[in-house]
T-cell receptor, first 115, second 111 residues
Framework: SQQGEEDPQALSIQEGENATMNCSYKTSINNLQWYRQNSGRGLVHLIL?????REKHSGRLRVTLDTSKKSSSLLITASRAADTASYFCATDRLLLSGGSYIPTFGRGTSLIVHP | EAQVTQNPRYLITVTGKKLTVTCSQN?????MSWYRQDPGLGLRQIYYSMNVEVTDKGDVPEGYKVSRKEKRNFPLILESPSPNQTSLYFC??????????FGSGTRLTVV
């Protein structure tokens, strides 16, 4: 089952503009992660934000987390053509049977940055 | 270099012919997982393993088997592949809950 859902499904912008992607989830989480995937390649971990954090930065990336709204956003500032990729959020899902957490991914946002 | 290695990268096979996709990580991670990725469906978890000899089903385990005899290896076995298992498969590992390292993927076609 999809725990995280990204919005929008697709985003097309010009180089230099900012790109914002959102992720909503349904149940309580321990942390939320964002990943990037270039076409047909493996996912690359970008950033992890814990449930007790509200904002985190990494280079041109800024992630926010609002646990009251069960949502997160990924902002890419001053986008470049090389940022063209799909972006996924992943949240830990608690397995009640064993008390373990497993990551669950959304369907992703496809970002195209035009040079 | 820290990495997750999957083999093969591409595989075309016929219905019913058993196959194994290998996955190996060199980071001493406890947690390993297999996903399949299909257009419009995102990544769906097939099986995961919390440690050696500890495996459990994900969301779409039917038609797949796994084993975790050693910490570094987590092969995915399709005993009798069918066309609906045509997909892009990823193996991933993590030392704890978060920050997964993914393999480059295996594109499987079952005809």
């Amino acid at each position: 089952s999809q725990q995280g859902e990204e919005d929008p499904q697709a985003l097309s912008i010009q180089e230099g503009e900012n790109a914002t992607m959102n992720c909503s989830y349904k149940t309580s989480i321990n942390n939320l992660q964002w990943y990037r995937q270039n076409s047909g390649r493996g996912l690359v971990h970008l950033i992890l934000i814990r449930s007790n954090e509200r904002e985190k930065h990494s280079g041109r990336l800024r992630v926010t987390l609002d646990t009251s709204k069960k949502s997160s956003s990924l902002l890419i500032t001053a986008s470049r053509a090389a940022d063209t990729a799909s972006y996924f959020c992943a949240t830990d899902r608690l397995l009640l049977s064993g008390g373990s957490y497993i990551p669950t991914f959304g369907r992703g946002t496809s970002l195209i940055v035009h040079p | 270099e820290a990495q997750v290695t999957q083999n093969p990268r591409y595989l075309i096979t016929v219905t019913g012919k058993k196959l194994t996709v290998t996955c190996s990580q060199n980071m001493n991670h406890e947690y390993m997982s297999w996903y399949r990725q299909d257009p419009g469906l995102g990544l769906r978890q097939i099986y995961y393993s919390m440690n050696v000899e500890v495996t459990d089903k994900g969301d779409v385990p039917e038609g797949y088997k796994v084993s975790r005899k050693e910490k570094r290896n987590f092969p995915l076995i399709l005993e009798s592949p069918s066309p609906n298992q045509t997909s892009l498969y990823f193996c991933a590992s993590s030392p704890d809950r978060g920050g997964y390292t993914f393999g480059s993927g295996t594109r499987l076609t079952v005809v």
